[in-house]
């Protein structure tokens, strides 16, 4: 890039007072890896995460880290740009973790903890992983998951693996005897994770060699064949994503006292990007492990008094609806965002009421390495916007030619920038597919954008049901279902939803019929995870075709 990174970042968008730390990464060509150990040597003696009440500071992250490099590279023999696996929930391991794979030029594939063996060993085989790290809870899954998989060492991992002991003991014993959490599993040659560490710590030190643009990360994503797909995001993809947040919410926040709260699950890209956010500026974040469990993230914002929020609808509703969240102090939160779904006007209006504070929503996707539009933090935005273009990132409304449409009129939005996935792994004609020519990337989402440049979405992807800020694809499920001896034909769409904003609808024709839905519910159960669940189950004669045979969603919605 010629110029400096943020050069045309929108002026009510820019703030110039905040260390622009990522931008100047951005500029000078760095990778992840050496961001990441920079922020950790100069910000050494601070708390850099927190979990369950245990802390690692940015020094023991630094080191644990090395260690788990040295034992990737040297341990286990693994060359440069081999795949690893990370399926664990927000724990204190997931930084560490994720640090060492990056430091030792290795990709990182991160795994969704609640997969079906089936949707893991979908993303193993695809991703061509050597290796993977999963908590021994989902132990089980990935032992069924791994046979047709390039898996060659499983390192396993405990909750209680990074705090003090007797407390470890304590949380692992609970977890596994008392709350029955540890289903039985056997993953022969499985390595524990301490002693991952402990092996890697005899090792010689590994120095990243990579360049800004090698391949930093494979992020899944939902593919219109039924199966995810791994979008292909380089190192200067990330950064410049991170440095985009830094012009547009730099100086909201103080890294020297604020706390930043990540509920979100990091294998997701926002989460994700927050926590290298948090990370490179030297934020103490908190890792919220179950955001689902409503009283104890009441809890932990009760002790941490955040200055930063981040979830979807259905979170900032499910606190507003509990009673003890009137309680909490929450006068020292500055910025809380919304991504994933569109915001829903109760919702804002309600949390405004409750804490003073506007919820800030933003627009973009995992082939975006996250946002590439969010409204203003500190002035009024329009009713329903998903805000203004991020720092460089370039935004086109096109029709189905690739023509830019007329201003004022809905189209397509594409975008470009360096925050921009490279493509799909090992999947040529999907990455064809996904851009228009002079790179730009086509989101499948119709908007339109009005005088002051807001962007409004007005539909999404014609098929794609979005559950709580999570795509759903109807033919994953449809194919699912098939499987099942009783059903003949099968059709998904998405409904309305208060709680999720959509929800997937079930249309069946009966094979066998003595089919019920509580069969087809205990199918799905066993194949699809919780949010890919069907929340209505229809039956019908027929679904309605086309003249070649192809089912009518349209009709059925």
């Not at 009510?12 to 992840?32: C, M, R």
């Not at 899944?220 to 064949?225: I, L, R």
């Not at 040529?428 to 989402?445: H, L």
């Not at 059709?491 to 009966?510: F, I, M, Y």
């Amino acid at each position: 890039m010629e110029k400096p990174f943020g050069q045309n970042v929108p002026s009510v968008l820019a703030q110039p007072t905040f260390p622009n730390i990522a931008t100047q990464a951005f500029d000078a060509g760095l990778t992840l890896p050496q961001l990441l150990v920079n922020a950790c040597e100069l910000n050494a003696d601070r708390t850099a995460v927190s979990n369950l009440g245990c802390r690692l500071s940015f020094n023991e992250i630094n080191r644990l880290s090395a260690d788990f490099a040295a034992y990737l590279r040297h341990g286990l023999g693994l060359a440069p740009g081999e795949r690893v696996a990370i399926m664990l929930p927000n724990l204190l391991q997931y930084p560490v973790a994720l640090l060492g794979v990056l430091r030792a030029d290795l990709v990182a594939v991160l795994v969704n903890p609640l997969y079906t063996a089936r949707e893991l060993r979908h993303q193993l085989a695809d991703s061509g992983a050597s290796v993977l790290v999963v908590l021994e809870n989902f132990g089980a899954v990935a032992a069924e998951a791994l046979p047709g998989t390039a898996v060659r060492q499983v390192i396993t991992t405990r909750v209680g693996d990074h705090l003090p002991w007797p407390k470890s003991l304590v949380v692992n014993t609970v977890l596994k005897h008392v709350k029955k959490m540890v289903p039985a599993f056997s993953i022969a040659g499985a390595v524990r994770w301490p002693a991952a560490l402990a092996a890697g710590a005899k090792q010689p030190r590994v120095f990243s060699q990579a360049q800004a643009s090698d391949t930093a990360q494979l992020q899944y994503t939902g593919g219109t064949t039924g199966l995810s797909k791994g979008a292909v995001l380089p190192h200067s993809a990330l950064i410049a994503n991170v440095a985009a947040a830094e012009q547009c919410f730099g100086y909201a926040m103080d890294p020297a006292t604020d706390v930043i709260v990540i509920c979100l699950p990091i294998y997701h890209i926002a989460a994700y990007t927050n926590l290298v956010f948090t990370l490179v500026h030297g934020y103490h974040a908190v890792l919220v492990s179950n955001p689902r469990d409503i009283p104890g993230l009441i809890k932990t914002l009760a002790e941490e008094k955040p200055a930063f929020f981040s979830g979807v609808n259905t979170l900032y509703d499910a606190l507003m609806n509990h009673p003890d969240f009137a309680k909490l102090d929450l006068s020292g939160l500055k910025l809380c965002l919304q991504g994933g779904t569109a915001l829903r006007r109760a919702t804002a209006e309600r949390w405004k009421q409750l804490t003073g504070k506007d919820v800030v929503e933003g627009y973009g996707l995992s082939e975006t390495s996250a946002a590439i539009t969010y409204n203003r933090w500190n002035a009024p935005n329009p009713v329903g916007s998903i805000g203004l273009a991020l720092a460089e990132v370039e935004i086109s409304l096109r029709d189905e030619q690739g023509n830019e449409v007329a201003p004022g009129e809905p189209g397509e939005l594409c975008a470009r920038g360096p925050q921009m996935t490279t493509g799909y792994w090992n999947q040529p004609q999907e990455t064809r597919d996904a851009f228009f020519a002079g790179g730009w990337f086509r989101t499948g989402d119709i908007a339109r954008m009005d005088e002051q440049g807001y962007y409004f979405l007005l539909d999404r992807r014609k098929d794609m049901i979005l559950v709580s800020g999570f795509n759903v694809f109807p033919n994953e499920i449809e194919d699912v279902v098939a499987l099942h001896p009783g059903v003949l034909e099968a059709a998904v769409v998405g409904v309305p939803d208060q709680k999720c904003g959509e929800a997937v609808r079930l249309v069946v024709v009966r094979r066998d019929p003595a089919l019920t839905e509580a069969d087809l519910r205990a199918h799905c159960r066993q194949h699809l995870t919780g949010y890919k669940q069907p929340k209505v189950v229809e039956f019908r004669d027929s679904l309605p075709k086309s003249a070649v045979g192809k089912i009518l969603r349209r009709e059925l919605r």
